[in-house]
Every structure is written in structure tokens, then in C-alpha cells.
């Protein structure tokens, strides 16, 4: 991938929370063999997930990748979700733009940058 931009940010997380991952995917409760499921984590394993995001705050940045006209959550499906159950306002984002796709998509005014 030709990498043409990139930044790192604080951004809204009820600007994150609509995104999609690169594969489309979102994060939701679910149950599997009468087990309750956050993602991939037990309801246990989310709370201390949380609970660990909560007490010592966010460790690395949440990825996204803008590219065919789309920004896109590379990594941090988890992140943004656990950020948001805590009502934690902003995160910490790694921006990277492809192929030129900062002149295609406005991103920075899609995510509230200025």
C-alpha cells in the first residue's frame, strides 16, 4: 500500500463509534452456547478489559486507514467500543491515508479535526 498522509490525533469517540472495521466488522454482545460474548471476549474477560482501560487509561493507538473513499478501523474495534461504554470523550488515533485518499475524503472534517 502507497501511504500518502498520516497523523496522529485526539478524536470524538461518538465520532468513532459508526465506523466500521477494514473487514466490516463492529463489535456487539452476543451469546454462543449460552455464553454471553463482547467481540471476542467473555463478559468477564470485557469487564477486566475495561476496567483495565479505565484505571490506567489507553496503551496504544486506535488505527484508522482511509482509502477508497472510506475511513476504516484497522486496529482498535475493542478500544473504541470499551471507550465508549466508560463515557470516555476522546482517543487517542493513528490516521493513515492511501493512495491519495486524504484529496478524495475530507476525514479530518468527517472526524471533527481541525
Given at each position: 500500500?502507497?501511504?500518502?498522509?498520516?497523523?496522529?490525533?485526539k478524536?470524538k469517540?461518538?465520532?468513532?463509534?459508526?465506523?466500521?472495521?477494514?473487514?466490516n466488522?463492529?463489535?456487539?454482545?452476543?451469546?454462543i452456547?449460552?455464553?454471553?460474548?463482547?467481540?471476542?471476549?467473555t463478559?468477564?474477560?470485557?469487564?477486566?478489559?475495561r476496567?483495565?482501560l479505565?484505571?490506567?487509561?489507553?496503551?496504544?493507538l486506535?488505527?484508522?486507514w482511509?482509502?477508497?473513499?472510506?475511513?476504516?478501523i484497522?486496529?482498535?474495534?475493542h478500544?473504541?467500543?470499551?471507550?465508549?461504554?466508560?463515557n470516555?470523550?476522546?482517543?487517542?488515533?493513528?490516521?493513515?491515508?492511501?493512495?491519495?485518499?486524504?484529496?478524495?475524503?475530507?476525514?479530518k472534517?468527517?472526524?471533527?479535526?481541525?
Amino acid at each position: 500500500m502507497a501511504l500518502t498522509e498520516r497523523m496522529i490525533a485526539k478524536v470524538k469517540v461518538n465520532k468513532l463509534i459508526a465506523l466500521n472495521g477494514v473487514r466490516n466488522e463492529k463489535r456487539t454482545y452476543r451469546a454462543i452456547d449460552d455464553e454471553q460474548y463482547f467481540g471476542d471476549y467473555t463478559l468477564s474477560e470485557w469487564e477486566a478489559f475495561r476496567n483495565d482501560l479505565k484505571e490506567n487509561g489507553q496503551k496504544s493507538l486506535i488505527s484508522l486507514w482511509v482509502e477508497d473513499g472510506q475511513i476504516k478501523i484497522a486496529e482498535g474495534n475493542h478500544r473504541i467500543q470499551a471507550l465508549h461504554q466508560l463515557n470516555i470523550e476522546y482517543a487517542d488515533v493513528e490516521i493513515s491515508c492511501f493512495y491519495g485518499a486524504e484529496k478524495k475524503v475530507d476525514y479530518k472534517d468527517l472526524l471533527g479535526l481541525e
